[in-house]
């Protein structure tokens, strides 16, 4: 009998670290989708909820919402450390300062995709984010001529 408890134990303990290791590769992202914002921007108020609606028609667990806020110094200095966490940094000091976008971005080899902005509603979102994962699914730059201007 305890022979047989420590055989099914076992099982148990092997079968919880399987799902385990499953749940971690499947919590990695494919794609960012990083919204720079801040409280006092105008388009942000309509690109941010279009974003959000766009995402939750996705449903999509392989794409990270990740916000760069430059409200306010402490909202800056989180931002940063979001953007470092995630090896983003190269668009953060691109576009630090400018507000009113997400930019694309593909969580592997962190090359911006493109962009969306306030010309593009929920579903234009969806078609755009979807359409770049196809890129970063194939590890393959896409042609971008959504994003703005660098800030530097």
């Not at 590769?25 to 942000?44: G, I, K, N, S």
């Amino acid at each position: 009998m305890t022979r047989l408890f420590y055989l099914f134990l076992s099982f148990i303990i092997l079968s919880a670290s399987q799902v385990s290791t499953k749940a971690q590769a499947q919590t990695r992202p494919e794609l960012y989708v990083v919204m720079f914002r801040a409280d006092w921007c105008a388009p942000c108020k309509i690109v941010e909820p279009n974003l959000n609606q766009a995402l939750n028609i996705m449903g999509d667990p392989s794409i990270e919402y990740v916000t760069i806020d430059i409200s306010n110094p402490s909202l800056s200095e989180v931002s940063a450390h979001y953007a470092f966490d995630r090896q983003i940094i190269q668009q953060y000091n691109t576009w630090l300062g400018v507000t009113g976008f997400a930019a694309i971005i593909d969580a592997t080899t962190k090359t911006t995709l493109g962009c969306v902005n306030l010309k593009y509603t929920p579903n234009d979102m969806v078609a755009q984010i979807s359409n770049l994962k196809t890129y970063a699914l194939a590890d393959q730059a896409a042609l971008n001529f959504t994003c703005p201007e660098p800030n530097n």
